[in-house]
C-alpha cells in the first residue's frame, strides 16, 4: 500500500476446500484412514471431511466427479458487512457468479471465480461443530477428540493454485480479496512473477498462485493440512508409505515459507500436502520477501530438489502444449 | 457482540514488553545464553533483545529496577488510523497518559493503564529488524540467524497479568482495545470470574487476566516466549536445569490454550515460559470456551497439578494480606 | 566383579512378560487400540501381543486373573549353552523349579523363582514373527507393518519389580542371572538399597528391584514398553487422555537412567509406562550410579515430584501393614 | 553360525574413531562449534573430543594430515581375556601389525589392519570421562553437562567403511573380530555382495563395509553422531545450513537400518552423519536381512535418491579408474 488508505481485512480464513475425486471411496479412506480425518455428512456424491482441531462442522468436501481438481475454494469474511462489501468489490471487476444459500453447514455465499477461472464463495455464518458422544473431547476447547488415527491431522492450512497469468490473480487477491502479500519468487530481474503466496491472516499463505506450466487454468497444485510439530509430519510419512501411497517429496523443509512438507497424491490424484513449521506473520506493513532465480535455487531448504513431477504435475492434469515448453517453472507451494 | 457493529480489529499483535529486574546482568545471561535470545542495542539502564523469528528490532526491553515486573506492554496497531482511533477510545476512558515520541525502534506512542494499573502502550511505526552480516540468515525470510543457542526462542508469544478486578480489565481489552476473548475461568456457576485470556490476533492468547490472590495492582504473573516444536520445550528444559534454573512447573500441557508449557524464573525473578502447542483462532465469532471448577481441575491436562507458587507467586512479589486468604485462586496461563 | 573372572553375558534381554488382569477384555482394549500392538495368538484365558518393532512373535501375554500382577518374567538366552549354563547356576541356588516345553512361540525353558518369588523363565529357542500379509512392512527390517495405532508402542522394554529385600535380589540378578548393575538409590549413607536397575544388554535396565513399601512379595510395579521419540511419548498422553485412562505421573524425565516416562493404570490394574530417551551402556566395567538421599530428591528431573501412588501402588494392591509405615520408600523406575 | 559353537562376543562397541584432516583448525570449529561436542585433550597434531552422553574420556581423535580419512578405528574388548582372545586371533590371519601402549586415556591396544588396509585397534582399558566444574552436569549419570551447543551430538554411533571386497573384509569382522552381521544389499540373485552392515553390541551396526566404486582401499565414507530424537537430526540441519556447510542428503529415512540420516562434509572433506532412529538388535541368532536390487530402490524408504556424489565420493578422495566405471555401486550407512 504506498497510499494512506487502511488495508482491506475483510475476509477471516480459508473456510472449506471441495475437491473432485474420480476414486471417491478410496480418497475417503485416504481422508479419514490414513489423514485421519471424520467424515461428518454425506450429501448427494460429496462427503464433508474436517481435522480434528476444525472448529467448523467441515472443511474439506469431497465430491465425486470424472476428473480430480478443485471445486470450489470457500473463504470466510469476518462480519455480514465484510461479506456485503468483498461481494460487492468483486462484483464490479465481473467475476462475480451470485448468491447461493450456502453448502452444507455454511450460510449464503457469494459465488465467484478468479481470473485464472478458480470457482470461490466468500460467507459469513458458519455452524460451528458439535461432536456426537463418541467423538466428544476431554479437552473442552478442543472441538473434537483427538482420535490419533493414522496422520491425524488438526486443521485446514491453505491450498496453492495454478494460474497462467499469476500478477492478474494475485493482484486480483490482494486488491479485491484483501490478503496480503506475504512471499514471491520472481526470476529475470523481478520481471517474471513466478509465484506469489498470500493470506488474509496470521497463516504464513492460505492460498498461493503458481504460473501454470502447461498454460491451463483452473489447476489445483495442493490442498495443505497442518499437523502441530515436524515430528508428526515425519510420522505421517510411515503411515503414507506402510499404506502404499506414493509420497512425491519430502519430509523436508522449504525455504520460502519455511513449511516443513510432505507431499503425496490422494488416491483421486490430487496432490496433498502434510505441513507443519512455516511461521506466522504479524506485521500490519509486512514487506513481501521476493527470491530471484539464485536466492530461491531448488526451494529446498536443506538441499536437495523437488522432482519434476512438482513443476509438471497438477489436476486436472493436462498435456504440456509445446510451445510452452520455454516457459519458466517453478515448485509452488 | 450482542449487536451488529462490526468488530473493532485495530490492534496487530503484542510488540514488545518491558521487563524490569534487579539483576540485569544475570537477567540478561538467562534470556541471551539460556534462552538465546539476541542483544541489539543498550539504552540507559535498558538492554533491548530479540527472538530470532522476531521481525521487529526488539521484542524484550529489560531495564534495572530495584524491583522485578513489567514495566511497559507494547501493542502494535494495525494502521496509523488505528492507532489514532485505538488512542481516542482509550482516552475516553480516562486512562490515557498521553503521546510519547517512542522507544528505540518504535514510532509515536500513546501511553496508558488499564484499569488495574499496568502500564502500556499502542504505537504503529516500527523499524523492522536488519541483521547485521554475522548474523544474517541463510533464509532469505528469517530476519536473523538461527543460532541454535540456548532454547532458541523464536519470537514473544504473550504474557499474563495479574489483577484485582479480572471482569473490568477484561471488559477494557475487549471493548477499548478491541481483542477477542478466548477462554474464561468462572467459578460459583459462572458468578466470579478468575481469568480470562484474550489475543488481538490469531494466536490463541496474547494477554491473560488472572485474579491477584494477594489483592496486588499492576503484577506480572508471566511473560511467555514461543518455540516451534514441543520437542524444543523438552531441551529447553534441559538447558534451564543443567545451567542451575529453577524449573516451577512443566514441561506439560494446559487444558485451557493446550498450551505446551515451561515456568521457569529468570534471575531477576520473574516467571518466563517457554511454550509451544496451543492453537490458533481463525473464526471471527469465537465462542469464549468457559470452564467452571470442575471442568478446570488442576489446569493440567495429563495430571498433576500446578504448584502453590504458580498461585501465589508474581512480580514484584508482595505479602498475601490476612484478609484475602479465602479468595479463590487460579493459576494464570 | 573385583576379581579376574570375566562378566557372565549368557542372558541375551527380557523376552516376554505375562501379566495378570481381572479385566481381559478392557486391558486387550488398552494393549491393542490405545497402545497399537498387536494381538496375534489366543490360548486358554490368555492373549499374547506384541510391538510392531518386537522381533519375536509375542512379547506380552494378558492372562485372565482374579487379581493384578506378573505370573512369568521371560529372559532369552543367548545361546543353547548359555541356556544349560543358567539352568544349572539357578539350580544351585535352590531356586529352580524346572524344565517346561514352553510357551507359544517359545523353546523348553527353565522355571524360576527370584528371591522375592517373582516366577521367571529362561528359554533360548524363540519364533520369529511372520506377519501375514496386511501387517506386512513396506520394511523389509521391520517385522510388522508400522499401523500408527493409538500409541503405537514399538516394543517392549524393561518391568519394575517390588522386593521386599532389594539386596539379595539384586544379588542375584548380577551373580545368577550375569545382569549388569546400572544405577542404585541407597540411603541413610548407603547402608540402605532403595532400588537396584539391572540388565543383561545395553538397554538402560531390563528389570529395576525396588523396595516393597509394604512388605509384599512377587509384586509389580510396571511393565514399559518403548516409543522412539519423545514427542511419541506426549503423544501417547494425548492419546490415553482421550480415552479416559488414568494419567498417574509424565510425561516427564526421570533422573535416574534419564527416562522419559509416562505412566498410567491399564483398565485391569497394572501400571504401564509408556517410554522413551534414557542412554544406552555400553561399558563393560561400567561402575554403577549410586544415588543418595540429596542426590535423588524427587526422582523427577526438571522438578515436581510424583504422586504418592508412585510409592504406594503396586499390583496385586496389598494393604500397609501399621507396623511399616517408617520404611524408608522410593519411586521404581 | 551353522554349528553349535556359540557366537564370539568378545568386542564390547566401536570405542573411538581418528580422523585425518587437512584443515584441522576449521574441522575442530566444525565437531566443537556445530557438532556441539567437547575437545579434552591436545597432543602433538591430534586435538581428542567426545559427544556430551559418551562415557570415555574422548571418541574421536581429529589429526592433521595432507588428506582426510580415518587414521585408526579404536574397538573395545569386553574384558582383558577377550582381548588376548581377539588379539591371538587377529593375529593368526596375519593381519596383526602388533602391541601399542595405547593412545590417549586409552590401555594397551593391539594394532592391527582389516583386510581392505584400514587400521584398527583392540584395547579393553579405557579412562571414564571425569568432567571439570563447568562441565559437570546436573544429572549424576551423565558424564557431561547437555551444553545444548550446535547440534549437541550425544555420543559415537558407527562408522561406514569402503572395500574394494566386501565380501573379506565382512567375514573377517564377523569371524575373526564376532560381529553380528545385521543387514546386506546383495545384487545379482545374491552373487555381488554390495554391502554388508555389523556390529558387536545391539546397536543396528557400529561398522558396515560397502564396495569402493573407485577401486581404492582403506577409505572412509562416513562417520556417524548420534542424537536422541529425530526432531534433533531435524535441528542439526538448520545448525549446519545457517553455518555455511553442505548438506549432501538428509535429513530422511533409509530403509536399511531405518536409520534417519543428515550427511554432510566436514570442513577437512570427511563425510559426518548425525543420527538417529534406527532400532537395536536384540535376537542372539538375528538373521541378516538381505535387500536385492529391488527391495534396497533408492536406500531412500520415503522416497526421492541419494545423490550421485554419496556413491562416489569417499575421504581420501581418489579418482574412479575408467575400467571400473561398470562396478555395480551402491550407497553405504
Given at each position: 500500500m504506498n497510499d494512506d488508505r487502511e488495508p482491506i481485512r475483510d475476509v477471516a480464513h480459508l473456510g472449506r476446500v471441495e475437491l473432485l475425486t474420480p476414486e471417491p471411496e478410496r480418497s475417503?479412506?485416504?481422508?479419514?484412514?490414513?489423514?485421519?480425518m471424520e467424515a461428518v455428512h454425506r450429501e448427494g456424491a460429496s462427503v464433508y471431511l474436517?481435522?480434528?482441531?476444525?472448529?467448523?462442522?467441515?472443511?474439506?468436501?469431497?465430491?465425486?466427479?470424472a476428473k480430480p481438481g478443485v471445486a470450489c475454494v470457500h473463504w470466510r469474511a469476518v462480519s455480514p458487512q465484510a461479506l456485503e462489501r468483498r461481494a460487492a468489490a468483486?462484483?464490479?471487476?465481473?467475476?462475480?457468479?451470485?448468491?447461493?444459500n450456502g453448502d452444507f453447514g455454511l450460510g449464503p455465499a457469494y459465488r465467484f471465480r478468479d481470473p485464472d477461472g478458480h470457482v470461490m464463495e466468500i460467507y459469513?455464518?458458519?455452524?460451528?461443530?458439535?461432536?456426537?458422544?463418541?467423538?466428544?473431547?476431554?479437552?473442552?476447547?478442543?472441538?473434537?477428540?483427538?482420535?490419533?488415527?493414522?496422520a491425524a491431522v488438526r486443521r485446514l492450512d491453505h491450498l496453492a493454485l495454478l494460474a497462467a497469468d499469476v500478477p492478474t490473480n494475485r493482484a486480483f487477491a490482494e486488491e479485491t480479496l484483501g490478503f496480503q502479500l506475504r512471499e514471491q519468487v520472481r526470476?529475470?530481474?523481478?520481471?517474471?512473477?513466478i509465484g506469489s503466496w498470500l493470506s488474509p491472516t496470521t497463516v504464513h499463505h492460505q492460498v498461493a498462485y503458481v504460473v501454470d506450466a502447461r498454460g491451463g487454468h483452473g489447476r489445483l497444485h495442493h490442498l495443505s493440512m497442518w499437523v502441530d510439530d515436524k515430528s508428526d509430519v515425519l510420522r505421517a510419512a510411515d503411515v503414507l508409505r506402510e499404506n502404499g501411497i506414493f509420497i512425491e517429496a519430502g519430509p523436508a523443509?522449504?525455504?520460502?515459507?519455511?513449511?516443513f512438507y510432505l507431499y503425496s497424491y490422494e488416491p483421486g490424484g490430487n496432490r496433498v500436502e502434510v505441513y507443519?513449521?512455516?511461521?506466522?506473520?504479524?506485521?500490519?506493513?509486512?514487506?513481501?520477501?521476493?527470491?530471484?532465480?539464485a536466492e530461491r535455487g531448488t526451494g529446498v531448504y536443506?538441499?536437495?530438489?523437488?522432482?519434476?513431477?512438482?513443476?509438471?504435475?497438477?489436476?486436472?492434469?493436462?498435456?504440456?502444449?509445446?510451445?510452452?515448453?520455454?516457459?519458466?517453472?517453478?515448485?509452488?507451494?
Open positions: 475417503l479412506w485416504y481422508f479419514h484412514d490414513l489423514l485421519g474436517r481435522g480434528y482441531g476444525d472448529y467448523a462442522a467441515s472443511t474439506l468436501k469431497l465430491t465425486e466427479a468483486i462484483a464490479a471487476t465481473g467475476l462475480g457468479i451470485g448468491w447461493s459469513y455464518e458458519e455452524s460451528r461443530y458439535e461432536a456426537p458422544a463418541p467423538l466428544r473431547s476431554t479437552l473442552k476447547n478442543l472441538p473434537q477428540k483427538f482420535t490419533g488415527r493414522g526470476y529475470d530481474n523481478g520481471a517474471v512473477e523443509k522449504h525455504n520460502n515459507s519455511q513449511g507443519s513449521g512455516s511461521f506466522l506473520v504479524f506485521a500490519p506493513n509486512w514487506q513481501p520477501v521476493v527470491w530471484n532465480e536443506w538441499g536437495g530438489a523437488l522432482p519434476e513431477s512438482f513443476i509438471e504435475y497438477a489436476t486436472p492434469d493436462i498435456e504440456r502444449p509445446a510451445e510452452r515448453r520455454a516457459v519458466p517453472v517453478v515448485d509452488p507451494r
